[in-house]
């Protein structure tokens, strides 16, 4: 089969909302457990277990099945993605249906060599109806060139709120188990390291989509929820060095970014604010 092929092939998983999960994540973030699920946070659902014999090199399962088999690629990332999350609250115990849609598949070429990017689409509907809208851009690339590529401190946000943690290990460990994420570049040194050429364990670009999320509701003050979100990844950021989180309002609208200790930015995302669930 081509690429091609792919585009089109749907699935749909349920799952059901599991409330450890939701105390997991509470605990990892540092926030208090919730009543309706935070922005995100369905993340942790539809995950994809396979026997050892199934698993990769990378941790992650073996090419092929739903997505399209891109064997001559070993980095798999998630890029970015976009978000509309509707009106519908998302509880506890609530039994959620995905239906997953390739939506395009691409192979481009550029500085860094091949690279194909796969966008998948998304739709949750809970008990009460459509929840989340998402596309999710995964991208594929060769293990040539530098690993990390130095990158200029951004310019100052006057204006702007900020937070500042240390993702180490233990967070990593704890985002990869919620999340069903067996990708080692977020829990083996040696791997990370040796085979991959990062100079330390890669905090999760959607640990920092999440982190981004919850920063634009923050500096909202708790009155606002979360009507659109899209990301996306411009370099990683490592365990162990200060990440912050800056979300600078104009408006309904917030540009957000995540930077690492030198004040280089990270991820990238905009977020479009609307009146609270009632």
């Known amino acids: 089969m081509s690429y091609q ?3 089109g092939r749907t699935e749909t998983r349920e799952d059901r909302l599991d409330p450890r999960l939701l105390r997991g994540m509470a605990a990892t973030l540092g ?11 369905h993340w942790m659902f539809f995950q994809d277990w396979v ?14 099945g ?3 088999p891109v064997h001559h690629l070993p980095r798999r990332m998630w890029a970015g993605g976009r978000l509309r999350f509707h009106p519908v609250p998302l509880r506890a115990d609530d039994t959620v249906t995905r239906t ?3 939506l395009k598949v691409e192979a481009k070429s550029g500085g860094s060599g091949q690279l194909v990017f796969v966008t998948v689409g998304h739709l949750l509907h809970g008990p009460a109806g459509l ?14 060139g530098a690993a990390v590529k130095p990158a200029p401190a951004a310019p100052a946000w006057p204006g702007a709120t900020t937070s500042t943690l240390v993702p180490d290990p233990v967070m990593l460990f704890r985002y990869s188990a919620l999340t069903g994420n067996g990708h080692r570049i977020h829990y083996d040194h040696p791997y990370v390291t040796g085979e991959e050429g990062y100079p330390g364990l890669v905090v999760h670009g959607p640990l ?12 909202a003050g708790g009155t606002r929820r979360l009507h659109r979100f899209a990301f996306r990844g411009r370099r990683p950021a490592f365990d162990g060095r200060a990440l912050t989180v800056l979300a600078l309002a104009e408006g309904e609208q917030v540009k957000l970014e995540t930077r690492d200790e030198s004040g280089a930015t990270c991820m990238q995302a905009e977020a479009e604010l609307a009146d609270a669930l009632a």
Do not use: C, N
């Open 208 to 219: 920092q989509a999440t982190l981004m999320a919850q920063q634009a509701l923050d500096q």
């Open 100 to 102: 997953s849609t390739i």
């Open 5 to 7: 092929d792919y585009v």
């Open 131 to 144: 929840a989340v809208e998402e596309e999710q851009d995964i991208v594929y690339r060769g293990a040539e």
């Open 31 to 41: 926030r208090p457990v919730p009543a309706d699920l935070p922005p995100l946070w």
């Open 66 to 68: 739903f997505l399209p």
């Open 51 to 64: 026997m050892p014999d199934g698993i990769g090199p990378d941790g992650h399962p073996k090419r092929g």
